[in-house]
């Protein structure tokens, strides 16, 4: 028997998960081969990330000076020469997979100018080889051509780093547990796995890439290590046998959590979700309600809902409330939630950049497609819409106004619809610190932005983890003041980010006056608990 | 009606016609409609102007001539521009 190994990072979503080892994207190995489809997939899958790398290089080439310009402009210009590329797609045609016959040309190019005796053609080489790691990470990354050597259910994943858009292309049934050298403690993916009950644990050492494919690996969130090939004793100690089917977020139904019925009336627990499905298996009477519906995770394979499917989705989430309220908020892409295509982004700093509402406005047609969808939805619940990333005023009113035009062009068509209620993230501190000026029917806080942006701690550097808890006194003090101004308007005011579902800070958030909480479904069971007990303590 | 036109031109850039001088001459002659070839004038062996691979490919170093060819309608305004080209070095 091969003897325990234990590696060690820091839990970003809780649990214990047994499974074997598997890779994501790992196109400088060998540890796992890409399984080819037919030569129309393979074709396809070729020219597509021709073009995802012809994009992905103009946009590095964007913000550079002259000569950077001009080394990547070879590659584009390589990318979109025919007869450059004739070679690669024959050897697809004749039953070559996209990767092996990109790495075979490249490979015969870079020899070719490898061995000129000219200094200037010789270094062309170099270029080569950048062009051809980029286009093998770009097909083997891409989310249809994983978990291929490996069996298909219960993996470890193992990786540098995986995008939220990625970790959702993954069948949820086939992954057990994450573990990554890169991820952080509270960005997108982090709240993924803790929404879908999926541990996680961020900052590994890289030697976790040298664990062989489909070693048996104990991911134990809860220690905060990965045990490959662990010992029995390890493994007796599971608390939870390897799931097989989609775990269903654990709620206990209010009636039977710690703390009287009665006592945990005064605080609302709404749901934050992704979509339909999760909230399949929940009761909707152990919770107030959806308190964050993020509407861009709809997407897939790249392609977001008509709206058509985006009505059908919005009405069978207002079905499952049963009157309760639905907060859905509109698309909120940018950031670290790119979409391709969408947006050549050309921002410096993304977080700073187009993003959320600022994001829809530069896309009328998609954003009207998604309020249309959403004013058809309203009459069969009780629906809340917001805007992400409001910064002046005039936004809230454009927004509402917007809106107006929609209910009012559906009603000239005499298509059933209503005017939702409409709100706002609070999230830029502009709005936190003048939160009377924004006319909103609802506030809900946005706090794991409204932190990065007060504390300006990129929540995607986990070098930083150190100032983690750094923003708490400006934070509270912020909130304290939100409150009393919703309080004074007599608008309703929520949290729905991350530090409402961690119970450490809940205590916290109550004693700021905040009575409703959006947390993800996973996290319901300890969040009534921690509320529980702050009552117990102020009373 | 199409126009075949010929000429020939040394190169003078100290790297040759190597990467960026390349990028550029197949950028420039892919906004012409006419056939575009070179070859180096020593050697019968032509090649697409409008291919970066193949021009680069040609490994044409520093004192060497090219030889360009055009065949279409815009013939005469190709050659002349890819000479012009050549003859400001490439804007090195």
């Not at chain 1, 949820?172 to 999926?198: C, E, M, P, Q, W």
């Not at chain 1, 809902?305 to 207002?318: A, G, K, M, T």
């Not at chain 1, 004693?511 to 069971?525: M, T, Y």
Request: charged share 25%.
């Amino acid at each position: 028997m091969k003897p325990e190994t234990v590696f060690s990072g820091a839990a970003a979503s809780g649990g214990k998960a047994f499974g074997i080892a598997a890779f994501w994207g790992s196109s400088d190995s060998s540890i796992v081969e890409r399984a080819g489809g037919t030569e129309a997939q393979e074709r396809a899958l070729l020219a597509a990330n021709i073009q995802r790398a012809k994009h992905a290089l103009a946009t590095l080439a964007y913000a550079q000076d002259k000569d950077a310009k001009d080394i990547i402009g070879l590659q584009i210009a390589l990318l979109e020469d025919d007869t450059f590329l004739e070679p690669v797609f024959a050897r697809v045609k004749s039953g070559m997979k996209a990767d092996i016959a990109w790495e075979t040309h490249l490979d015969q190019e870079i020899d070719n100018y490898a061995g000129s005796e000219d200094r200037h053609f010789q270094s062309i080489a170099h270029d080569l080889v950048d062009l051809k790691k980029r286009m093998l990470r770009l097909i083997r990354e891409s989310p249809h051509s994983q978990w291929t050597s490996v069996q298909q259910t219960n993996l470890i994943l193992l990786a540098d780093d995986i995008s939220p858009s990625d970790l959702l292309s993954i069948d949820r049934a086939a992954l057990s547990g994450l573990a990554l050298i890169k991820g952080s403690l509270t960005n997108h993916v982090a709240v993924l796995a803790r929404g879908r009950g999926i541990p996680l644990i961020v900052g590994c050492p890289p030697a976790i890439l040298f664990i062989s494919n489909g070693s048996p690996i104990l991911l134990d969130a809860d220690n905060n290590i990965i045990a490959v090939n662990p010992d029995g004793n390890r493994q007796i100690n599971m608390s939870r046998p390897p799931s097989k089917k989609p775990a269903s977020p654990r709620i206990i139904h209010k009636a039977d959590a710690k703390g009287s019925h009665s006592e945990n009336r005064t605080v609302n627990i709404c749901l934050n979700i992704d979509g339909p499905e999760i909230i399949q298996n929940i009761d909707v009477s152990a919770v107030d309600g959806i308190g964050l519906f993020r509407t861009e995770f709809l997407i897939t394979d790249g392609q977001l809902p008509d709206e058509n499917e985006q009505f059908e989705i919005y009405r069978s989430v207002l079905d499952w409330s049963r009157g309760k309220q639905v907060v859905i908020r509109t698309f909120d892409f940018g950031g670290d939630k790119v979409i391709n295509g969408l947006i050549a982004d050309q921002n410096v700093n993304p977080f700073l950049g187009v993003r959320g509402y600022r994001l829809s406005r530069m896309y009328p047609d998609l954003f009207r497609g998604q309020l249309k969808a959403l004013a058809r939805a309203a009459p069969y619940g009780n629906l809340a819409v917001m805007i992400p990333m409001v910064t002046a005023p005039f936004e809230m009113s454009e927004f509402k106004s917007e809106f107006q035009d929609v209910v009012a062009e559906l009603g000239h068509q005499h298509i059933r619809c209503a005017l939702p209620k409409l709100g706002m993230m609070i999230e830029v501190p502009s709005a936190a610190l003048t939160l009377d000026r924004f006319d909103a029917d609802f506030y809900s806080i946005g706090s794991n932005d409204l932190i990065q942006y007060v504390s300006a701690v990129s929540r995607d550097t986990l070098q930083l983890d150190y100032l983690a808890d750094a923003w708490e006194p400006s934070i509270y003090r912020l909130l304290r003041e939100c409150v009393s101004v919703a309080s004074a308007k007599n608008v309703p005011i929520s949290i729905c980010g991350e530090i409402a579902s961690l119970p450490k800070h809940i205590p916290n958030l109550l004693d700021c006056g905040i009575r409703s909480l959006s947390v993800s479904p996973g996290q319901v069971e300890v969040v009534r608990h921690a509320i529980g007990q702050w009552h117990r303590r102020s009373t | 009606m199409l126009d075949e036109i010929q000429s020939s031109a040394v190169i003078h850039n100290p790297a040759g016609l190597h990467a960026r001088p390349s990028v550029k001459l197949s950028r420039l002659a892919k906004t012409f409609a006419s056939d575009i070839t070179l070859s180096p004038v020593d050697d019968d062996s032509w090649i697409d102007a409008k291919s970066i691979s193949s021009v680069m490919n040609l490994k044409i170093r520093e004192g060497k001539g090219i030889a360009i060819r055009a065949i279409g309608g815009d013939a005469k305004l190709a050659v002349e521009a890819i000479l012009g080209l050549v003859e400001r070095r490439f804007e090195e």
